[in-house]
DNA sequence: CGACTCGCCGGAAACGTTTACGACGCTACC
DNA sequence: GGTAGCGTCGTAAACGTTTCCGGCGAGTCG
């Protein structure tokens, strides 16, 4: 049921101290909104009882609670977040701190978030915090003005922290996707099975000899992949590691094809790295896929589809990091005890053109 | 200054009918916020002089001014948002939509926003609505139960339009780089005015066969900057519609080089398309920048920087339209008068590879 | 038939600000 | 010395909810 803006008059019946009063508001050019007050005076019960019946507490009769809901739906009700948040102490509203200037990951995260907790009546207060600790602290102050419930982090990768402490912030913080102390709350990709659901897709398709091309060793998640990747694929498979661009992936190959290894199957740490890998391969006259098969990693679809051929690469499904740390977040602002320590949600495969032939045998 | 939770027991002096009553409240586990009432105890003063000497209203001596505002820094005494908000009816919070589900133009401008907005206090409140008019409506309206003072309207591009209708919203509302209504107030770049600086840096390097490759017609600001190209290029200049992708580009240069025109120097109406230019270039053989210069259209640095030779290319400043925007909003809840109708922010051109030669002659 | 119980509902006090208005003390002038 | 006038500051009523607690009606049992 959707609110819209009284634009005709409305007849407010009040009745009290056994009186009716029968008033009318003018509200031609200014729309009042409604108020609860407004509804208990139309369904002829006390303030106290209206606000009972809307939020389900209290005890009163089913009827009561009926006719109070029946009217506010009629007149178009819509509670005032701040004077309930004011009330109630809480504010029905979570921030979400990001580092990431590119939006890359956080959009999508924020996007998750904002959709999990709109049901709620939730609401996400955002903001993007270069690098400046004194940038940054002002904009956590604002929100803790604000009182925020709860706080979500997020960054632009793992392992980059944000210039904040967090430690001292007197409501419940998930990080989502970003570098995060040991014993909080935190929810990333599993890298390790996502790493293995790529890698097990090359060999399944008959590619046996693997390498994984990724970013720097520093990552943890580079690492964890890597190590994933050598679990599947041998302990002697190749890894080189490098930054996470483009320009390495193509120089990466030219590595590879030096050292006279051809790998018949690449699993890359990121779509540029794999787009990098690809265009290299094309200009030594190497067939992806016929030659080789190239699994990348992130979904980044304006990159994945516009590689030639568009790219098989792992999801880390950013959406639903985000509606988790929602669900998260809520649960600990309700003060459900949640398990501190880091969470890894599974990824997915999508499948396009870059690795040929269709599913493995196994199915 | 920046705020710290208290940790520290605090002595509040409360003076009330005359006689002066000390006492402390113990907030060794759960840390209350320092509220108005406390400064004005402190201070000695009533509550109603604390919030005028704070909030520079009212007439007082300079010396109980100062007074108050000491104390209050003393005590790291932070206003309650939530209260002001329902006492003002202003919630100091403004609501940031957005259709753009990568981020890859929304998050520079909430970022730019955000900043603009901070130093008031204001925060941003930010929900991404797909396509889907009734997500879009649940979203609007809690924000609007929120009591925002205000809302901006981002979108992924220029013409793709929200899945919802402002009309009747009773806030102010700035539609930033996205379809507006006629008569509203928005803002985006000045694609003429970015379509002329990269046409004449072209021709200032000497290039004199100019072409432009760019996305679809039905786009207005597809149709304006080839406008502008054919201004200054003549109306002779080739403009080849497609669409916003790579593989337009690479097969708008199969196009012009099958039709054996042999431009010197492309402007690209993004910079996905000059990474597609670029590279069917290279494929042919043709040196970019020796043979042909390229010039892209957003600084995606993303793709700008990856492509080889990295590009030269038109920044919109998606930042400073976030603050613009943030400027606007802001003016416009003040109630100042805004002329209604659309704005444009001149885009500056960032120079790298693509282009060789160095500054124009002209400077 | 009266008292006790129980369930439904209302009165009123919060929540932490802002702000209209009025009181009070001081100076200055007649 | 009384009073007008001005400038400071305090009292109290908002803002729109939630929630504690108590009253009051009806039903039941002695």
Known sequence: MSFHWPLTRIEKTVSHNGKSVSQECAMASAPTRIRLSDVA?????????ASKALNGTGRMTEETRRRVR???????FRPNAMARALSSQRSLT???ITNDSYGRFTLPVMSGLSNALVDDGISVLMSNVEDDPVAARRHLDTMLDRQVDGLVVTGRRIDTALPLDLAEVPIPVVYAFTAAPENAVSLTADDAQGARLATDWLSGLGRGRLAHVTGPEEFAAARIR???????????????HGDWSEAWGHAAIGRLWGQGARPDGIFCGSDQI???VVDALRERGVDV?????????DNWSIVAAATRPPLTTVDMGLGGIGREAGRLVRALIEGGDVAPGPRRLPCRLVVRDSCGGSAPAAG
């Not at 029946?70 to 178009?76: E, F, H, K, T």
């Not at 994933?228 to 890894?239: E, I, K, Q, S, T």
């Open 226 to 240: 890597a190590a994933a990747f050598r679990d599947v694929a041998g302990p002697g498979a190749p890894v080189l």
């Open 94 to 96: 979570v921030g979400l």
């Open 41 to 49: 005076a139309a369904a002829e019960v006390s303030v106290a009882t």
């Open 289 to 297: 896929p016929g030659d080789v098969s190239i699994v990348g990693f």
């Open 70 to 76: 029946d009217v506010a739906d009629a007149l178009g």
């Open 274 to 276: 794999a787009r990098g």
